[in-house]
């Protein structure tokens, strides 16, 4: 059991997670109705600085923080029952780390198969200089992330090899979302971003990083790799390949994951 804040509603949220079955899936339950999503891009509503899964009346906001704790830790089945939207905690993933092994990761008996990528896929321009994600056969889980910010910000790159939990809790978990000081309006009309707070994303301005010091010198593009890592697990399964992206969203995530869903024909599971 995990308390906090959701980032966009600025409720008071929480989560509870509880084992599932083999086969049942990474399932969003509500606490009050009962009803639930599962984690499959089938589900993804809005990719709106979030991704959001929407079944019925079941909403869940804010998923890929904890999607990525799952996909590194290897879950495949779990209930994780909240309330509107995942908390942010600190904006990282370390407390979600803490979660998961302070309540133990049980091996079940079943197995669950990993999707290896048997060629090129891409969505977005092909352009270096220009937005676009793509996915190629590789060994392992891997990600190449491009940014390309104004000042201060300004151009960061960063593979990340994932060769297992404790190299993304030492190199992705602790990378923080960040926002931008000049957008705050605009984030406010839309409704979004009222949960957020120096003590829980990074907050640029036009003279630097406001709530300093950072984690890693480039822990914005680091972060952007947890996000990939979280969106790409709504997939259902583990991924063989490598994913190489610039300056792109959670929207072009879940484009790409669409192209691949339609490829592969993933079956749904069990929870689904």
Not at 90 to 114: F, H, M, N, R, W
């Amino acid at each position: 059991v995990v308390n906090g804040q959701g980032l966009h509603s600025g409720a008071r949220t929480g989560l509870i997670l509880q084992p599932l079955p083999p086969g049942s899936g990474i399932v969003f339950g509500s606490i009050l109705s009962g009803d639930t999503v599962p984690a499959l891009v089938d589900h993804v509503d809005s990719t709106g600085y979030a991704t959001t899964l929407v079944r019925g009346a079941m909403v869940a906001k804010t998923v890929e923080h904890l999607l990525a704790t799952l996909h590194a830790y290897g879950v495949t089945n779990l209930l994780v029952k909240m309330q509107g939207e995942v908390p942010i905690l600190d904006g990282s993933a370390l407390e979600l780390c803490t979660l998961l092994e302070e309540g133990g990761v049980v091996e079940q008996p079943s197995a669950i198969e990993e999707l290896v990528i048997d060629r090129r896929y891409a969505v977005g321009s092909e352009e270096p200089s220009q937005k676009g994600i793509a996915i190629e056969p590789a060994d392992q889980f891997e990600v190449h992330y491009t940014l390309d910010y104004p000042a201060p910000i300004g151009r960061q790159e960063f593979e990340f090899h994932f060769t297992g939990t404790d190299a993304f809790r030492r190199e992705i978990a602790p990378a923080r979302t960040f926002g931008f000081i000049k957008e705050i309006a605009q984030l406010e009309q839309m409704g979004l971003a009222n949960g957020g707070r120096l003590d829980n994303c990074l907050l640029v301005g036009e003279d630097g990083v406001v709530n300093a010091p950072l984690r890693f010198p480039d822990e914005f593009v680091r972060h952007k790799i947890l996000d990939i890592m979280g969106d790409f697990y709504l997939l259902g399964r583990p991924l063989r390949g490598r994913v190489v992206a610039r300056m792109t969203g959670h929207s072009d995530n879940v484009q790409l994951l669409r192209v691949l869903r339609a490829r592969f024909g993933l079956p749904l599971l069990a929870g689904a």
